[in-house]
Protein backbone atom coordinates (compact mmCIF):
# COMPACT_ATOMS: atom_id res chain seq x y z
CA UNK A 1 0.00 0.00 0.00
CA UNK A 2 1.22 3.80 -0.63
CA UNK A 3 0.71 6.65 1.26
CA UNK A 4 -1.06 9.67 -0.58
CA UNK A 5 -3.70 11.92 -0.55
CA UNK A 6 -7.25 11.62 -1.33
CA UNK A 7 -6.51 13.87 -4.46
CA UNK A 8 -3.99 11.70 -5.38
CA UNK A 9 -5.67 8.47 -4.61
CA UNK A 10 -8.30 9.53 -7.06
CA UNK A 11 -6.03 10.41 -10.07
CA UNK A 12 -4.51 6.68 -9.30
CA UNK A 13 -8.01 5.19 -9.24
CA UNK A 14 -9.09 6.81 -12.46
CA UNK A 15 -5.09 5.60 -13.75
CA UNK A 16 -6.13 2.09 -12.56
CA UNK A 17 -9.81 2.16 -14.29
CA UNK A 18 -8.09 2.50 -17.28
CA UNK A 19 -9.21 6.67 -18.50
CA UNK A 20 -6.80 8.28 -21.02
CA UNK A 21 -9.12 10.98 -21.59
CA UNK A 22 -11.18 13.64 -18.93
CA UNK A 23 -12.31 16.60 -19.26
CA UNK A 24 -13.28 19.68 -16.75
CA UNK A 25 -13.24 22.99 -15.49
CA UNK A 26 -10.84 23.77 -12.10
CA UNK A 27 -12.31 25.30 -9.09
CA UNK A 28 -11.03 25.91 -5.69
CA UNK A 29 -12.81 22.78 -3.98
CA UNK A 30 -11.91 20.34 -6.75
CA UNK A 31 -8.18 22.20 -7.38
CA UNK A 32 -6.39 19.71 -4.91
CA UNK A 33 -7.53 16.68 -7.66
CA UNK A 34 -5.75 19.15 -10.16
CA UNK A 35 -2.45 19.42 -8.91
CA UNK A 36 -1.62 14.94 -9.07
CA UNK A 37 -3.19 15.25 -12.92
CA UNK A 38 0.87 17.10 -13.72
CA UNK A 39 2.37 13.62 -13.18
CA UNK A 40 -0.69 11.53 -14.01
CA UNK A 41 -0.31 9.77 -18.03
CA UNK A 42 -4.39 11.10 -18.16
CA UNK A 43 -4.68 13.77 -20.58
CA UNK A 44 -7.29 16.33 -19.21
CA UNK A 45 -9.22 18.48 -21.73
CA UNK A 46 -9.94 22.10 -20.32
CA UNK A 47 -13.97 22.99 -21.13
CA UNK A 48 -14.44 26.34 -21.12
CA UNK A 49 -17.95 25.40 -19.31
CA UNK A 50 -18.89 22.27 -17.11
CA UNK A 51 -21.69 21.68 -19.13
CA UNK A 52 -19.34 21.31 -22.57
CA UNK A 53 -17.07 19.01 -20.22
CA UNK A 54 -20.21 16.67 -19.40
CA UNK A 55 -21.18 16.63 -22.91
CA UNK A 56 -17.57 15.74 -23.91
CA UNK A 57 -17.79 13.19 -21.75
CA UNK A 58 -20.80 11.90 -23.41
CA UNK A 59 -19.13 12.07 -27.18
CA UNK A 60 -16.18 9.78 -25.65
CA UNK A 61 -18.33 7.19 -24.36
CA UNK A 62 -20.96 7.53 -27.28
CA UNK A 63 -17.46 6.64 -29.59
CA UNK A 64 -15.73 4.66 -27.64
CA UNK A 65 -17.87 2.07 -25.71
CA UNK A 66 -16.20 3.02 -22.33
CA UNK A 67 -16.67 5.11 -19.60
CA UNK A 68 -16.60 9.22 -19.99
CA UNK A 69 -15.21 11.06 -17.34
CA UNK A 70 -15.92 14.50 -16.17
CA UNK A 71 -14.55 16.63 -13.55
CA UNK A 72 -15.83 19.69 -11.90
CA UNK A 73 -15.75 22.10 -8.71
CA UNK A 74 -18.37 22.46 -6.49
CA UNK A 75 -21.61 24.50 -6.51
CA UNK A 76 -21.93 26.27 -9.70
CA UNK A 77 -19.23 23.59 -11.38
CA UNK A 78 -20.96 21.07 -9.98
CA UNK A 79 -24.79 22.29 -11.27
CA UNK A 80 -23.41 23.10 -14.51
CA UNK A 81 -23.18 19.47 -15.17
CA UNK A 82 -26.95 18.59 -14.42
CA UNK A 83 -27.87 18.81 -18.12
CA UNK A 84 -25.15 16.35 -19.05
CA UNK A 85 -26.11 14.34 -16.76
CA UNK A 86 -29.73 14.25 -17.21
CA UNK A 87 -28.99 13.67 -21.04
CA UNK A 88 -26.83 10.82 -19.68
CA UNK A 89 -29.40 8.92 -18.09
CA UNK A 90 -31.93 9.52 -20.48
CA UNK A 91 -29.88 8.06 -23.51
CA UNK A 92 -27.92 5.42 -21.23
CA UNK A 93 -24.82 6.92 -21.89
CA UNK A 94 -22.10 5.68 -19.55
CA UNK A 95 -20.29 8.50 -17.64
CA UNK A 96 -18.94 9.33 -14.00
CA UNK A 97 -18.72 13.05 -12.64
CA UNK A 98 -16.26 13.59 -10.23
CA UNK A 99 -17.09 17.46 -8.32
CA UNK A 100 -14.79 19.07 -5.56
CA UNK A 101 -16.66 19.70 -2.88
CA UNK A 102 -16.89 22.55 0.34
CA UNK A 103 -14.83 20.97 3.17
CA UNK A 104 -16.61 18.69 5.63
CA UNK A 105 -16.82 21.46 8.39
CA UNK A 106 -18.86 23.98 6.03
CA UNK A 107 -21.22 21.63 4.73
CA UNK A 108 -24.98 23.14 5.54
CA UNK A 109 -23.45 26.42 6.86
CA UNK A 110 -23.93 27.63 3.04
CA UNK A 111 -19.92 28.03 2.37
CA UNK A 112 -19.03 29.71 -0.56
CA UNK A 113 -19.89 27.92 -3.76
CA UNK A 114 -21.45 25.02 -1.77
CA UNK A 115 -24.59 23.11 -3.08
CA UNK A 116 -26.39 19.84 -2.27
CA UNK A 117 -25.07 18.07 -5.07
CA UNK A 118 -26.13 14.60 -4.18
CA UNK A 119 -29.32 15.81 -3.80
CA UNK A 120 -29.49 18.01 -6.99
CA UNK A 121 -28.10 15.13 -9.32
CA UNK A 122 -29.98 12.52 -7.56
CA UNK A 123 -32.74 12.55 -9.96
CA UNK A 124 -30.31 12.48 -13.35
CA UNK A 125 -27.85 9.96 -12.18
CA UNK A 126 -28.33 6.68 -11.95
CA UNK A 127 -26.03 6.68 -8.96
CA UNK A 128 -24.45 8.97 -6.50
CA UNK A 129 -21.62 9.08 -4.05
CA UNK A 130 -20.84 11.69 -1.22
CA UNK A 131 -17.43 10.65 -0.09
CA UNK A 132 -16.40 11.01 3.51
CA UNK A 133 -13.18 9.13 4.13
CA UNK A 134 -10.37 9.50 1.78
CA UNK A 135 -9.85 5.51 2.62
CA UNK A 136 -12.74 4.90 0.32
CA UNK A 137 -11.81 6.76 -2.50
CA UNK A 138 -10.38 3.89 -4.70
CA UNK A 139 -13.89 1.83 -3.90
CA UNK A 140 -16.06 4.18 -4.64
CA UNK A 141 -14.45 5.00 -7.99
CA UNK A 142 -14.19 1.29 -8.65
CA UNK A 143 -18.02 1.12 -8.13
CA UNK A 144 -18.93 3.89 -9.82
CA UNK A 145 -17.58 2.86 -13.54
CA UNK A 146 -18.72 -0.63 -12.67
CA UNK A 147 -22.40 0.93 -12.11
CA UNK A 148 -22.02 3.22 -14.96
CA UNK A 149 -21.49 0.41 -17.51
CA UNK A 150 -23.15 -2.41 -16.60
CA UNK A 151 -26.62 -3.40 -16.84
CA UNK A 152 -28.54 -0.17 -18.19
CA UNK A 153 -25.73 2.38 -18.71
CA UNK A 154 -25.85 5.53 -17.41
CA UNK A 155 -24.12 8.50 -15.11
CA UNK A 156 -22.78 8.05 -11.74
CA UNK A 157 -21.73 10.99 -9.97
CA UNK A 158 -19.16 11.19 -6.93
CA UNK A 159 -19.15 14.12 -4.96
CA UNK A 160 -15.31 15.05 -2.62
CA UNK A 161 -15.08 17.36 -0.23
CA UNK A 162 -12.00 19.36 -0.54
CA UNK A 163 -10.67 18.41 2.65
CA UNK A 164 -11.14 14.47 2.38
CA UNK A 165 -9.22 15.32 -1.10
CA UNK A 166 -6.05 16.82 1.16
CA UNK A 167 -5.94 13.78 4.06
CA UNK A 168 -3.49 11.21 3.68
CA UNK A 169 -4.39 7.85 2.86
CA UNK A 170 -3.03 4.74 1.35
CA UNK A 171 -3.74 3.54 -2.25
CA UNK A 172 -4.32 -0.11 -3.43
CA UNK A 173 -5.84 -1.23 -6.18
CA UNK A 174 -9.56 -2.04 -5.19
CA UNK A 175 -11.17 -4.84 -3.66
CA UNK A 176 -13.75 -7.13 -5.42
CA UNK A 177 -17.04 -5.55 -6.03
CA UNK A 178 -19.54 -6.07 -3.01
CA UNK A 179 -22.70 -4.53 -4.35
CA UNK A 180 -25.51 -7.32 -2.84
CA UNK A 181 -28.52 -4.83 -3.74
CA UNK A 182 -27.32 -4.71 -7.86
CA UNK A 183 -27.21 -7.35 -10.20
CA UNK A 184 -28.33 -6.22 -13.36
CA UNK A 185 -29.94 -9.42 -15.40
CA UNK A 186 -27.80 -10.08 -18.19
CA UNK A 187 -29.23 -13.59 -19.65
CA UNK A 188 -32.86 -13.72 -20.62
CA UNK A 189 -35.02 -16.55 -18.91
CA UNK A 190 -35.01 -20.00 -21.20
CA UNK A 191 -38.59 -20.72 -21.48
CA UNK A 192 -39.61 -16.66 -22.01
CA UNK A 193 -36.75 -17.07 -25.01
CA UNK A 194 -38.44 -20.39 -25.83
CA UNK A 195 -41.75 -18.75 -25.67
CA UNK A 196 -40.73 -15.87 -28.20
CA UNK A 197 -38.98 -18.16 -30.63
CA UNK A 198 -42.52 -19.66 -30.89
CA UNK A 199 -44.02 -16.47 -31.52
CA UNK A 200 -42.05 -15.74 -33.70
CA UNK A 201 -42.01 -18.52 -35.69
CA UNK A 202 -45.77 -18.32 -36.02
CA UNK A 203 -46.30 -14.45 -36.95
CA UNK A 204 -47.24 -13.45 -40.62
CA UNK A 205 -46.17 -9.86 -40.00
CA UNK A 206 -43.22 -9.42 -37.76
CA UNK A 207 -41.29 -6.26 -37.13
CA UNK A 208 -37.63 -5.94 -35.31
CA UNK A 209 -38.04 -2.82 -33.29
CA UNK A 210 -34.62 -1.80 -32.39
CA UNK A 211 -33.34 0.93 -30.28
CA UNK A 212 -30.20 2.29 -28.30
CA UNK A 213 -30.11 -0.85 -26.15
CA UNK A 214 -28.49 -3.12 -28.84
CA UNK A 215 -25.45 -0.82 -29.22
CA UNK A 216 -24.69 -0.23 -25.74
CA UNK A 217 -24.77 -4.28 -25.16
CA UNK A 218 -22.67 -4.32 -28.72
CA UNK A 219 -25.18 -7.05 -30.00
CA UNK A 220 -25.57 -5.50 -33.74
CA UNK A 221 -24.03 -9.07 -34.87
CA UNK A 222 -26.42 -10.45 -33.46
CA UNK A 223 -28.97 -8.60 -34.60
CA UNK A 224 -28.11 -8.60 -38.05
CA UNK A 225 -28.19 -12.70 -37.63
CA UNK A 226 -31.08 -13.21 -36.34
CA UNK A 227 -32.78 -10.82 -38.79
CA UNK A 228 -31.18 -12.73 -41.69
CA UNK A 229 -32.37 -16.08 -40.35
CA UNK A 230 -35.76 -15.28 -40.15
CA UNK A 231 -36.42 -13.29 -42.68
CA UNK A 232 -37.81 -10.21 -40.57
CA UNK A 233 -37.60 -6.39 -41.64
CA UNK A 234 -36.11 -4.18 -38.89
CA UNK A 235 -36.93 -0.84 -37.91
CA UNK A 236 -34.00 1.56 -35.96
CA UNK A 237 -35.15 4.40 -33.61
CA UNK A 238 -33.36 7.74 -33.44
CA UNK A 239 -30.79 5.53 -30.73
CA UNK A 240 -30.78 2.86 -32.31
CA UNK A 241 -29.76 3.85 -35.40
CA UNK A 242 -26.62 2.28 -37.12
CA UNK A 243 -27.38 -1.21 -35.07
CA UNK A 244 -28.68 -2.28 -38.50
CA UNK A 245 -26.85 -1.42 -42.12
CA UNK A 246 -29.03 0.94 -43.71
CA UNK A 247 -28.25 -0.55 -47.10
CA UNK A 248 -29.42 -4.07 -45.89
CA UNK A 249 -32.58 -5.18 -47.79
CA UNK A 250 -34.94 -5.73 -44.39
CA UNK A 251 -33.94 -2.23 -43.30
CA UNK A 252 -36.56 0.00 -43.04
CA UNK A 253 -35.11 2.72 -41.72
CA UNK A 254 -36.06 5.44 -38.55
CA UNK A 255 -39.39 5.09 -36.78
CA UNK A 256 -41.56 7.57 -35.11
CA UNK A 257 -42.51 11.37 -35.53
CA UNK A 258 -40.60 11.96 -37.96
CA UNK A 259 -39.27 8.22 -39.15
CA UNK A 260 -40.04 6.57 -42.55
CA UNK A 261 -43.83 5.91 -43.65
CA UNK A 262 -42.40 2.32 -43.96
CA UNK A 263 -40.89 2.10 -40.79
CA UNK A 264 -44.02 3.82 -39.47
CA UNK A 265 -46.74 1.87 -41.42
CA UNK A 266 -44.92 -1.58 -40.89
CA UNK A 267 -44.92 -1.32 -37.35
CA UNK A 268 -48.82 -0.30 -37.06
CA UNK A 269 -49.70 -3.15 -39.67
CA UNK A 270 -47.13 -5.67 -37.94
CA UNK A 271 -48.83 -8.88 -35.87
CA UNK A 272 -45.45 -8.98 -33.52
CA UNK A 273 -43.52 -6.71 -32.19
CA UNK A 274 -39.68 -7.92 -31.10
CA UNK A 275 -38.79 -4.53 -28.93
CA UNK A 276 -35.20 -4.93 -27.81
CA UNK A 277 -33.46 -2.62 -26.38
CA UNK A 278 -36.31 0.30 -26.43
CA UNK A 279 -38.70 2.17 -24.09
CA UNK A 280 -41.64 2.26 -26.35
CA UNK A 281 -40.54 6.55 -25.88
CA UNK A 282 -43.87 8.65 -26.99
CA UNK A 283 -41.60 10.33 -30.10
CA UNK A 284 -42.13 6.58 -31.48
CA UNK A 285 -45.30 5.94 -30.15
CA UNK A 286 -47.45 8.95 -30.60
CA UNK A 287 -50.49 8.07 -28.78
CA UNK A 288 -50.22 4.81 -27.40
CA UNK A 289 -53.65 4.05 -27.30
CA UNK A 290 -53.04 4.17 -31.45
CA UNK A 291 -49.88 2.34 -31.45
CA UNK A 292 -49.25 -1.35 -33.49
CA UNK A 293 -53.02 -1.79 -32.21
CA UNK A 294 -52.37 -5.53 -33.99
CA UNK A 295 -49.11 -6.72 -32.80
CA UNK A 296 -48.40 -9.17 -29.85
CA UNK A 297 -45.12 -7.90 -28.13
CA UNK A 298 -41.98 -9.29 -27.06
CA UNK A 299 -39.96 -6.91 -25.18
CA UNK A 300 -35.98 -7.14 -24.50
CA UNK A 301 -34.54 -5.06 -21.87
CA UNK A 302 -31.98 -5.30 -19.68
CA UNK A 303 -33.56 -2.64 -17.43
CA UNK A 304 -36.67 -4.34 -16.07
CA UNK A 305 -38.54 -0.73 -15.31
CA UNK A 306 -38.96 -0.50 -18.50
CA UNK A 307 -40.56 -3.21 -19.53
CA UNK A 308 -44.56 -2.54 -19.28
CA UNK A 309 -44.33 0.71 -18.89
CA UNK A 310 -45.69 2.10 -21.79
CA UNK A 311 -46.91 -1.36 -23.70
CA UNK A 312 -47.85 -4.20 -22.11
CA UNK A 313 -45.72 -6.92 -23.27
CA UNK A 314 -47.10 -10.94 -24.47
CA UNK A 315 -43.17 -12.02 -24.02
CA UNK A 316 -41.27 -9.69 -21.13
CA UNK A 317 -37.95 -11.07 -21.27
CA UNK A 318 -35.40 -8.84 -18.94
CA UNK A 319 -31.50 -9.34 -20.15
CA UNK A 320 -28.36 -8.07 -21.76
CA UNK A 321 -30.04 -7.13 -25.58
CA UNK A 322 -26.86 -8.61 -27.11
CA UNK A 323 -27.08 -11.91 -25.18
CA UNK A 324 -30.72 -12.12 -25.53
CA UNK A 325 -30.16 -12.39 -29.01
CA UNK A 326 -27.30 -14.49 -29.02
CA UNK A 327 -30.04 -16.95 -26.82
CA UNK A 328 -33.19 -16.62 -29.75
CA UNK A 329 -30.27 -17.35 -32.30
CA UNK A 330 -29.29 -20.49 -30.53
CA UNK A 331 -33.26 -21.48 -29.70
CA UNK A 332 -33.99 -20.82 -33.28
CA UNK A 333 -31.64 -23.29 -34.25
CA UNK A 334 -31.52 -24.46 -38.08
CA UNK A 335 -34.91 -23.82 -38.67
CA UNK A 336 -36.18 -22.50 -41.64
CA UNK A 337 -36.74 -18.96 -41.96
CA UNK A 338 -40.61 -18.08 -42.38
CA UNK A 339 -42.45 -17.42 -45.68
CA UNK A 340 -42.84 -13.67 -45.25
CA UNK A 341 -43.02 -12.99 -48.73
CA UNK A 342 -46.41 -11.31 -48.74
CA UNK A 343 -44.78 -8.90 -45.74
CA UNK A 344 -41.71 -8.45 -47.53
CA UNK A 345 -43.26 -7.66 -50.73
CA UNK A 346 -45.69 -5.18 -49.04
CA UNK A 347 -42.99 -3.67 -47.30
CA UNK A 348 -40.97 -2.93 -50.73
CA UNK A 349 -43.95 -1.82 -52.28
CA UNK A 350 -44.25 0.85 -49.35
CA UNK A 351 -40.45 1.84 -49.72
CA UNK A 352 -40.93 2.64 -53.64
CA UNK A 353 -44.33 4.47 -53.16
CA UNK A 354 -43.34 6.46 -50.20
CA UNK A 355 -39.91 7.52 -50.60
CA UNK A 356 -37.98 10.26 -48.31
CA UNK A 357 -37.73 12.74 -50.79
CA UNK A 358 -37.17 16.48 -51.15
CA UNK A 359 -36.25 18.74 -54.04
CA UNK A 360 -32.48 20.39 -54.77
CA UNK A 361 -32.90 23.00 -57.80
CA UNK A 362 -29.48 24.52 -59.34
CA UNK A 363 -30.41 27.86 -58.50
CA UNK A 364 -30.98 27.41 -54.46
CA UNK A 365 -31.67 27.85 -51.83
CA UNK A 366 -29.64 25.05 -50.47
CA UNK A 367 -31.83 22.24 -49.15
CA UNK A 368 -30.77 20.54 -45.75
CA UNK A 369 -31.11 17.06 -47.10
CA UNK A 370 -28.92 18.10 -49.80
CA UNK A 371 -26.26 19.02 -47.45
CA UNK A 372 -26.73 15.87 -45.73
CA UNK A 373 -26.35 13.51 -48.88
CA UNK A 374 -23.00 15.56 -50.48
CA UNK A 375 -21.03 14.90 -47.23
CA UNK A 376 -22.02 11.67 -47.49
CA UNK A 377 -20.95 11.19 -51.12
CA UNK A 378 -17.44 12.94 -50.11
CA UNK A 379 -16.97 10.63 -47.28
CA UNK A 380 -18.79 7.56 -48.67
CA UNK A 381 -20.18 7.71 -45.37
CA UNK A 382 -16.82 6.23 -43.42
CA UNK A 383 -17.36 9.18 -40.84
CA UNK A 384 -18.60 9.39 -37.02
CA UNK A 385 -21.79 11.72 -37.41
CA UNK A 386 -22.82 14.16 -34.13
CA UNK A 387 -26.16 16.13 -34.32
CA UNK A 388 -27.72 18.56 -31.81
CA UNK A 389 -31.42 19.12 -31.55
CA UNK A 390 -34.19 20.07 -34.41
CA UNK A 391 -34.47 19.87 -37.98
CA UNK A 392 -31.05 19.14 -38.23
CA UNK A 393 -31.03 16.18 -36.25
CA UNK A 394 -34.00 14.37 -38.21
CA UNK A 395 -32.23 15.30 -41.52
CA UNK A 396 -29.06 13.57 -40.75
CA UNK A 397 -31.02 10.64 -38.93
CA UNK A 398 -32.87 10.22 -42.13
CA UNK A 399 -30.68 10.90 -45.06
CA UNK A 400 -27.49 9.40 -43.53
CA UNK A 401 -27.20 5.92 -44.71
CA UNK A 402 -25.94 4.59 -41.29
CA UNK A 403 -23.68 1.12 -41.51
CA UNK A 404 -22.06 0.46 -38.25
CA UNK A 405 -23.38 1.42 -34.78
CA UNK A 406 -21.43 3.77 -32.71
CA UNK A 407 -20.74 6.26 -35.64
CA UNK A 408 -24.03 8.32 -35.13
CA UNK A 409 -24.18 9.96 -31.70
CA UNK A 410 -27.11 12.17 -30.34
CA UNK A 411 -29.25 13.97 -27.74
CA UNK A 412 -32.46 11.61 -28.18
CA UNK A 413 -34.28 11.87 -24.88
CA UNK A 414 -33.89 14.98 -23.12
CA UNK A 415 -33.59 16.46 -26.26
CA UNK A 416 -30.37 19.21 -25.50
CA UNK A 417 -29.47 22.27 -27.68
CA UNK A 418 -26.25 22.59 -27.66
CA UNK A 419 -25.23 18.81 -27.34
CA UNK A 420 -23.46 18.92 -31.01
CA UNK A 421 -20.09 20.77 -30.52
CA UNK A 422 -18.73 19.51 -27.03
CA UNK A 423 -19.89 15.92 -28.05
CA UNK A 424 -18.18 15.90 -30.93
CA UNK A 425 -14.70 17.29 -29.40
CA UNK A 426 -15.16 14.37 -26.60
CA UNK A 427 -15.71 11.41 -30.09
CA UNK A 428 -12.60 13.13 -31.61
CA UNK A 429 -10.63 12.95 -28.20
CA UNK A 430 -11.57 9.21 -27.49
CA UNK A 431 -11.38 8.36 -31.59
CA UNK A 432 -8.52 10.38 -32.74
CA UNK A 433 -7.95 8.58 -36.27
CA UNK A 434 -11.73 8.86 -36.98
CA UNK A 435 -13.62 11.94 -39.39
CA UNK A 436 -15.90 13.45 -36.79
CA UNK A 437 -18.65 15.47 -38.45
CA UNK A 438 -21.19 17.63 -36.80
CA UNK A 439 -23.99 18.54 -37.88
CA UNK A 440 -25.88 21.60 -36.21
CA UNK A 441 -28.20 23.77 -36.07
CA UNK A 442 -27.50 27.61 -35.68
CA UNK A 443 -29.32 28.05 -32.44
CA UNK A 444 -27.87 24.74 -31.15
CA UNK A 445 -24.51 26.27 -32.76
CA UNK A 446 -25.03 29.34 -30.70
CA UNK A 447 -25.90 27.66 -27.58
CA UNK A 448 -22.04 26.13 -27.27
CA UNK A 449 -19.64 27.66 -30.06
CA UNK A 450 -17.28 28.65 -27.16
CA UNK A 451 -16.35 24.94 -26.80
CA UNK A 452 -14.51 25.18 -30.55
CA UNK A 453 -11.82 27.31 -28.39
CA UNK A 454 -11.36 23.97 -26.36
CA UNK A 455 -10.78 22.54 -30.08
CA UNK A 456 -8.59 24.86 -31.42
CA UNK A 457 -6.48 24.85 -28.02
CA UNK A 458 -6.87 21.23 -27.45
CA UNK A 459 -5.51 20.50 -30.78
CA UNK A 460 -8.66 18.07 -31.60
CA UNK A 461 -9.84 18.68 -34.76
CA UNK A 462 -13.22 17.84 -35.73
CA UNK A 463 -15.63 19.45 -38.26
CA UNK A 464 -18.70 21.46 -37.85
CA UNK A 465 -21.21 22.39 -40.17
CA UNK A 466 -24.07 24.79 -39.46
CA UNK A 467 -27.15 24.54 -41.13
CA UNK A 468 -28.41 28.30 -40.86
CA UNK A 469 -31.48 28.97 -41.80
CA UNK A 470 -31.72 32.31 -39.05
CA UNK A 471 -34.32 30.44 -36.32
CA UNK A 472 -35.26 28.06 -34.45
CA UNK A 473 -36.14 25.89 -37.69
CA UNK A 474 -38.29 23.01 -35.35
CA UNK A 475 -40.08 25.62 -33.37
CA UNK A 476 -40.98 27.38 -36.51
CA UNK A 477 -42.02 24.23 -37.92
CA UNK A 478 -44.70 23.43 -35.03
CA UNK A 479 -45.65 27.30 -35.04
CA UNK A 480 -46.49 27.04 -38.96
CA UNK A 481 -48.40 23.91 -38.81
CA UNK A 482 -50.26 24.36 -35.21
CA UNK A 483 -49.90 28.07 -34.29
CA UNK A 484 -51.36 29.73 -38.26
CA UNK A 485 -47.67 30.68 -38.59
CA UNK A 486 -47.38 32.95 -35.52
CA UNK A 487 -43.54 32.99 -35.17
CA UNK A 488 -43.42 33.97 -31.68
CA UNK A 489 -39.61 33.82 -30.10
CA UNK A 490 -37.88 32.45 -32.49
CA UNK A 491 -35.82 34.55 -34.98
CA UNK A 492 -32.45 34.24 -34.70
CA UNK A 493 -31.51 37.04 -36.78
CA UNK A 494 -28.79 37.15 -40.45
CA UNK A 495 -25.99 39.46 -38.70
CA UNK A 496 -23.61 36.16 -37.73
CA UNK A 497 -20.30 35.95 -39.53
CA UNK A 498 -19.89 32.54 -38.90
CA UNK A 499 -16.03 32.09 -40.38
CA UNK A 500 -15.23 35.18 -38.83
CA UNK A 501 -16.03 33.59 -35.34
CA UNK A 502 -14.70 30.63 -36.23
CA UNK A 503 -11.59 32.18 -37.26
CA UNK A 504 -11.47 34.39 -34.26
CA UNK A 505 -11.69 30.90 -31.93
CA UNK A 506 -8.86 29.28 -33.63
CA UNK A 507 -10.73 27.38 -36.26
CA UNK A 508 -11.00 27.45 -40.08
CA UNK A 509 -14.13 28.98 -40.83
CA UNK A 510 -15.76 28.65 -44.28
CA UNK A 511 -19.20 29.14 -45.81
CA UNK A 512 -21.37 27.97 -48.67
CA UNK A 513 -24.56 30.06 -49.96
CA UNK A 514 -25.73 28.10 -52.73
CA UNK A 515 -25.97 24.85 -54.00
CA UNK A 516 -22.36 25.34 -56.40
CA UNK A 517 -20.70 26.48 -53.24
CA UNK A 518 -21.73 23.67 -51.45
CA UNK A 519 -19.28 20.72 -52.49
CA UNK A 520 -16.32 23.07 -53.17
CA UNK A 521 -16.82 23.72 -48.81
CA UNK A 522 -16.64 20.71 -47.81
CA UNK A 523 -14.17 19.03 -49.68
CA UNK A 524 -11.60 21.70 -47.99
CA UNK A 525 -13.20 21.46 -44.85
CA UNK A 526 -12.52 17.63 -45.11
CA UNK A 527 -9.08 18.27 -46.68
CA UNK A 528 -7.87 20.11 -43.32
CA UNK A 529 -6.39 17.48 -40.44
CA UNK A 530 -4.70 19.56 -38.17
CA UNK A 531 -7.36 22.69 -37.08
CA UNK A 532 -10.94 22.53 -36.43
CA UNK A 533 -13.46 23.76 -39.51
CA UNK A 534 -16.77 25.09 -39.34
CA UNK A 535 -18.93 25.57 -42.49
CA UNK A 536 -21.79 27.63 -42.50
CA UNK A 537 -24.38 26.84 -45.16
CA UNK A 538 -26.74 28.70 -45.59
CA UNK A 539 -30.24 26.92 -46.03
CA UNK A 540 -33.87 27.16 -46.85
CA UNK A 541 -35.90 28.63 -44.18
CA UNK A 542 -39.05 27.53 -45.27
CA UNK A 543 -37.80 23.64 -45.47
CA UNK A 544 -39.91 21.43 -43.12
CA UNK A 545 -39.35 17.70 -41.54
CA UNK A 546 -41.74 15.57 -42.94
CA UNK A 547 -42.73 12.27 -42.68
CA UNK A 548 -44.36 13.96 -39.87
CA UNK A 549 -46.60 12.16 -36.87
CA UNK A 550 -48.20 14.92 -34.51
CA UNK A 551 -47.22 14.53 -30.94
CA UNK A 552 -49.73 12.77 -29.28
CA UNK A 553 -51.66 11.96 -32.83
CA UNK A 554 -52.09 8.15 -34.33
CA UNK A 555 -49.51 6.97 -36.21
CA UNK A 556 -52.30 5.39 -38.84
CA UNK A 557 -52.08 9.59 -40.03
CA UNK A 558 -48.56 10.59 -41.80
CA UNK A 559 -48.02 13.47 -42.55
CA UNK A 560 -45.91 13.40 -45.75
CA UNK A 561 -45.72 17.02 -46.85
CA UNK A 562 -47.05 20.69 -46.02
CA UNK A 563 -50.18 19.72 -48.25
CA UNK A 564 -50.18 15.47 -47.94
CA UNK A 565 -51.38 13.62 -45.04
CA UNK A 566 -51.76 9.36 -46.06
CA UNK A 567 -53.76 7.31 -43.94
CA UNK A 568 -53.06 4.35 -43.97
CA UNK A 569 -55.88 1.80 -44.81
CA UNK A 570 -56.65 -1.14 -42.54
CA UNK A 571 -57.22 -3.22 -45.64
CA UNK A 572 -53.32 -2.69 -46.54
CA UNK A 573 -52.05 -6.03 -45.71
CA UNK A 574 -50.46 -9.04 -46.97
Known amino acids: MTKMTGAQALIASLEHEGVDVMFGVPGGAILPAYDPLLDSPIRHV ?31 GATNLVTPLADALMDSVPIVAITGQVPTSAVGNDAFQEAYTTGITMPATKHNYFVTDPGEITEIIHEAFHIASTGRPGPVLVDIPKDILNQSTTWHPPHDLALPGYKPTVDGHPRRVKEAVELIHDAKRPVLYVGGGVIKANGASALR ?52 GVRFDDRVTGNPKFFAPHAKVIHIDVDPAEIGKVRAADIPIVGDAGRVLEQLLAAWGDREAPDLRAWTETINRWKSEYPLRYEQTPDGPIKPQFVVEELYRLTDGDATIVAGVGQHQMWASQYWKFEDPRRWINSGGLGTMGFAVPAAIGAKAGTPDELVFALDGDGCFQMTFNELITASTEKIPMKVAVFNNGVHGMVTQWQRLFYNSRFSATYLGDGIDYPKLAESLGCVG ?24 VVEVVVDREEMVFPMVPAGGSNDEVILGPTEKVISPASDLP
Open 46 to 76: LARHEQGAGHMAEGYAWATGRVGVCMATSGP
Open 225 to 276: RLAEATGIPVTTTLMGRGAFPDSHPLAMGMPGMHGTYTAITAIQKADLLIAV
Open 510 to 533: LKAENPDELGPALEKALAIDDRPV
